[in-house]
């Protein structure tokens, strides 16, 4: 759950303060973190990514994932897998030449349990050194717990509750508050470790619930939301938004209960899992990991009874970035710094949102702080997809920002943004492909977001100059009122669209419009 917004003050001059503050990606603390790349070489899979864009909710430039199962059969051999080791060695010779093509200086790379753990999990270490180049730093598990749940804190800043990240050969938690990572504890809970135990079901039950039972001894009661991250979590998820019928397929923040997961977990138990798999689209190699994974994920909500639960896709490499920054940069929003970075790239006049913002803020003064920032959100996204064919650009607007890899968004949010940016260049919304997805917010959200659209759309006609006067709108909600008073120099850029686009938002408001027309 996220502290409640600091309200919202006007926004003046050149640099945006109060709520937003000043835009931070072109700082020289956040452009040095422009192109990052880590490397997680965990019991499973090991993946790269290649961070970009502005540093405080950045962009994967490049993201690939390979499975190696290096920890695959460690409980009874006690080293990596021959096979899996092979491949992740591999694995590290492309990520290197990769690393290379796109001008990184370094790779960060770190190993979790199925390195720190096998008998020859140093000398896979320096194989990698010495045929690569790379140097592979070994954490243990409480690292990686709190590195887990750094990544949780760059999509969540000021996020309180308990982050659990299951790997192939571990489990880890960690509580956050107030933006700090609190205890936090490691176990063998992976389903890698989970698989090799014999006796099947009836012995790993007793195990599973056992180890469980000492975790929460250490962590305490731990009763706000349950913060899921890791592979095994999200095709889980993704098996419950089947399950459901849920029509947003964004694993970000995606929310479950805990009646939920007990119906998925008795979805899967109960299913094909080749022909699950198939409509989920998971790896063969994560399906077969999902049964156990199920298992522990029954115990973790048995025993820690949480609020809510929701899933991240920020993980260990996105802590390892988050260890990178300021505190003046993580301290800022993930949303609006995303925002803004992609104003300032690819709108026609980049700066405009702001005016934009607060030309139409009047339309908004009874509005709650978090819906103010969803506002400001929308005004910065307004002009940034005016490339796209112009009969599409609505729905385009309504994809990109339903799907777009954003942190501190809910998806409720991510319709109510989308919804506005269509209504930005499209008067309705009838008969179009997303009405389903429609449905995730009421009646009243999507008038609001209409309005909000509408708003834009006709304060975009004002477009000359993007920290000039465009005049004033007063709205008086009792009255059903709108007043429109215009700048001088706004007055020929007063035709008949943008007349027709001022009454059309004035229809969506219900209100008598009046436009008073300034003298030079």
């Known amino acids: 759950m996220t502290d409640p917004a600091k309200p919202a003050v006007p926004e003046t001059g050149v640099a945006d303060l109060g709520l937003f503050g000043k835009p931070l990606?072109?700082?020289p603390s956040a452009r040095a973190l422009r192109r990052v790349g880590v490397v997680d070489v965990g019991s499973n899979s090991v993946r790269l990514v290649v961070f970009d864009g502005a540093a405080r909710s950045p962009a994967y430039f490049y993201n690939e994932k390979i499975m190696c199962a290096l920890g695959a059969g460690m409980a009874e051999t006690g080293h990596l897998s021959p096979e899996g080791r092979a491949r992740a060695l591999s694995a590290m010779h492309r990520f290197s030449a990769l690393a290379d093509g796109m001008g990184l200086s370094e790779l960060t790379v770190v190993a979790t349990a199925a390195v720190r753990d096998a008998s020859d999990g140093r000398a896979f270490r320096e194989?990698?050194?010495r045929e690569t180049g790379l140097r592979i730093w070994t954490i243990d598990g409480?690292?990686?717990?709190?590195l887990s749940a750094q990544g949780v804190l760059l999509g969540w800043p000021g996020a309180y509750g308990l982050v659990c990240d299951i790997g192939?050969?571990?489990?880890?938690?960690?509580?956050?508050s107030g933006g700090r990572v609190g205890r936090r504890v490691t176990s063998n809970l992976g389903p890698l470790k989970l698989r090799d135990i014999k006796g099947g079901a009836k012995a790993r039950e007793p195990y599973i619930k056992e180890t469980m039972e000492q975790l929460a001894e250490k962590m305490g009661k731990q009763r706000d939301r349950l913060f899921l991250v890791g592979g095994s979590w999200r095709a889980i998820a993704r098996i419950d938004m089947i399950r459901q019928g849920y029509p947003l397929m964004v694993l970000h923040e995606y929310r479950m209960t805990r009646e939920s997961v007990r119906e998925t977990v008795k979805f899967i138990k109960k299913s094909n899992m080749e022909e699950l798999r198939l409509e989920a689209g998971i790896s063969s190699g994560r399906a077969s990991l999902v049964p156990f994974a199920a298992e522990v994920l029954s115990r973790l909500v048995k025993t820690f009874k949480p609020k809510d639960i929701a899933i991240s896709s920020y993980g260990i490499r996105e802590g390892m970035l988050y260890e990178q920054m300021?505190?003046?940069?993580?301290?800022?929003?993930?949303?609006?710094?995303?925002?803004?970075?992609?104003?300032?790239?690819d709108a026609r006049v980049p700066g405009f949102g702001r005016t934009l913002y607060n030309f139409i803020l009047p339309l908004f003064r009874s509005a709650s702080a978090p819906r103010k920032r969803l506002i400001k959100a929308a005004c910065l996204l307004h002009d940034v997809s005016w490339r796209a064919h112009p009969d599409y650009r609505a729905e385009v607007c309504f994809d990109n920002a339903t799907r777009a890899n954003m942190g501190g968004i809910k998806h409720a949010e991510r319709i109510y943004l989308g919804l506005a940016l269509l209504h930005r260049y499209s008067n309705k919304r009838e008969n179009s492909r997303f009405a389903d997805l429609f449905e995730m917010v009421d009646e009243a959200t999507r008038r609001d977001a209409e309005i909000l659209g509408k708003a834009m759309r006709f304060g975009a006609m004002l477009w000359a100059d993007k920290d000039g006067d465009l005049g004033e709108l007063r709205w008086h909600p009792k009255k059903k009122e709108l007043y429109l008073?215009?700048?001088?120099?706004m007055m020929p850029l007063f035709g008949e669209v943008a007349e027709a686009r001022f009454n059309s938002l004035a229809a969506s408001l219900e209100a008598t419009a009046t436009v008073k027309k300034a003298r030079r």
Request: proline share 7%; charged share 45%.
């Open 25 to 27: 990606f072109e700082d």
């Open 127 to 129: 194989d990698v050194l």
């Open 142 to 146: 409480e690292e990686e717990a709190r």
């Open 168 to 176: 192939g050969s571990s489990m880890e938690l960690a509580e956050i």
């Open 326 to 345: 300021p505190q003046r940069l993580r301290d800022r929003d993930p949303l609006i710094e995303a925002c803004r970075f992609a104003e300032a790239k």
């Open 485 to 489: 008073r215009l700048a001088p120099d």
